[in-house]
């Protein structure tokens, strides 16, 4: 408490976090495509098969690996802000917008 925070640390970690979900999940899925799946069982009005495939990739995220991956950094991420207690509404930005490219 009474620090100051590491911005450029917290943004890399931001960053680091981002790379990792998006291979995690090219992972994950990689022997199985859930999306056209569950498009194929929509479109034959097979609401139950889509919602079987749903509820599988809902347990597969919210599994307990993945739930500790991602609290853990975003523990990290959080120790890198100020912690100095004094906090100015215009000054609070999400993560995407900070992260966002310029346009």
Same mark, same amino acid.
């Given at each position: =408490?009474?620090k100051? *925070?590491?911005? !450029?640390?917290?943004?890399q970690?931001? @960053? &680091?976090?981002a790379?990792?979900?998006? #291979?995690l999940?090219q992972?994950?899925?990689? @022997?199985?495509?859930y999306s056209? #799946?569950?498009?194929?069982?929509?479109?034959?009005?097979?609401?139950? &098969? &889509?919602? #079987?495939i &749903?509820?599988?990739?809902?347990?597969?995220y919210?599994? #307990?690996?993945?739930?500790?991956f991602?609290?853990? =950094? @975003?523990?990290?991420?959080?120790?890198c802000?100020?912690?100095?207690?004094?906090?100015?509404? *215009?000054?609070?930005?999400?993560?995407?917008?900070?992260?966002? !490219?310029?346009?």
């Amino acid at each position: =408490m009474g620090k100051g *925070g590491n911005i !450029p640390l917290k943004n890399q970690l931001v @960053n &680091a976090k981002a790379r990792l979900v998006k #291979e995690l999940s090219q992972k994950m899925s990689k @022997n199985y495509d859930y999306s056209s #799946e569950i498009r194929y069982h929509l479109e034959n009005k097979n609401f139950q &098969a &889509a919602i #079987e495939i &749903a509820k599988f990739m809902a347990i597969k995220y919210f599994s #307990e690996d993945t739930l500790e991956f991602e609290n853990k =950094m @975003n523990h990290l991420i959080s120790l890198c802000g100020d912690l100095r207690g004094k906090y100015n509404l *215009g000054e609070i930005k999400s993560n995407k917008i900070v992260n966002a !490219p310029k346009v």
